[in-house]
């Protein structure tokens, strides 16, 4: 099992940044992609970036390429996902999740947060 706690969520103003964290526990030395997807009221969860173990393999929806940025701290067994540029559209409860395949699709993955919530505001 692998247990994924995300913070760093809030209320911004668009134009705004917020980084969000996600610390992974547990059997962590079974993950390979750790990513990030997102999900609005009344939205399918959708798919943010995605980031390999060792820190390859990088790819973003084209919603947040240019604006957001992906990292991971294996040492601290943590993914960081940096969010320049706010806009209202990014509003959602974001979550954390991993698993062996680096993948857009959130059925490929393993293990998920509880999420955090994030609030742009215009």
């Known amino acids: 099992q692998v247990q994924l706690v995300e913070s760093g969520g809030g209320l911004v103003q668009a134009g705004g940044s917020l980084r969000l964290s996600c610390v992974a526990s547990g059997r962590t030395f079974s993950m390979n992609a750790m990513g990030w997807f997102r999900q609005a009221p009344g939205k399918a969860r959708e798919f943010i970036a995605v980031?390999?173990?060792?820190?390859?393999?990088?790819t973003y929806a084209d919603s947040v390429k240019g604006r957001f940025t992906i990292s991971r701290d294996n040492a601290r067994n943590t993914v960081y996902l940096q969010m320049n540029s706010l806009i209202p559209e990014d509003t959602a409860v974001y979550y954390c999740?991993?698993?062996?395949?680096?993948?857009?699709?959130?059925?490929?993955?393993?293990?998920w947060g509880r999420g955090t919530q994030v609030t742009v505001s215009s």
């Open positions: 980031i390999e173990r060792y820190g390859g393999g990088i």
């Open positions: 999740t991993t698993g062996n395949t680096v993948a857009t699709t959130a059925s490929l993955y393993d293990y």
